[in-house]
C-alpha cells in the first residue's frame, strides 16, 4: 500500500548518524541515497526489501516538528530484533517511550513492540507480529 515514509529532521547530518546505525545495524539497511530537492533542501532515502523511509529538511521552511498522533513503525523478524531496535536507537539519541518493549497481548493479538522517539522527536515503533 504505501511506497515510502517521510519525516522532517532540522539537522540532516544528525538524522543520518542516527539512522546510518539504526536502520543499518538492525535490518542491515544500505546507506541512503542522498540528493537536494529542486527548493535546496537535503533529502535522505533508504531502501530496504522494496521500502522506502525518507528524511527532509522541510521545504516550506519552517521547522521540523513530529506529527501528532504519527507512528513510523518497521517490521521486525523477531522480539530479538525489537529489542535491538529499541537499544540501538536509544544509544544513538532516541528517547525510549511508553512501555519498556517486549510482548503485548490485545483484541489485534499478540505482538512484540517497543516505542522511542528519534532525535527530532519522530515516533517510532519496532514491531514483530506473532502468527
Known sequence: MFNHIMVGTNDIERSKA??????????GAAPP????????HKR????????????TQPI???PAAPANGATVAFKCASPEQV???HDIAVM???????????L??????SH?????????????CAIYRMR
Open 92 to 102: 544513538n539519541g532516541a528517547t525510549s517511550i511508553e512501555d519498556p518493549p517486549g
Open 104 to 109: 503485548r497481548v490485545g483484541t489485534l493479538g
Open 33 to 40: 541515497h542522498a540528493d537536494t530537492a529542486a527548493s535546496g
Open 18 to 27: 542516527f539512522y546510518n546505525t539504526v536502520l543499518g545495524t538492525v535490518f
Open 44 to 55: 535522505l532515502f533508504y531502501r530496504h526489501e522494496g521500502s522506502t523511509f525518507a528524511v
Open 112 to 124: 512484540h513492540l517497543a516505542y522511542v522517539l528519534d532525535p527530532d522527536g519522530n515516533k517510532l
Open 60 to 62: 516550506n521552511n519552517e
Open 83 to 85: 529489542q535491538a531496535f
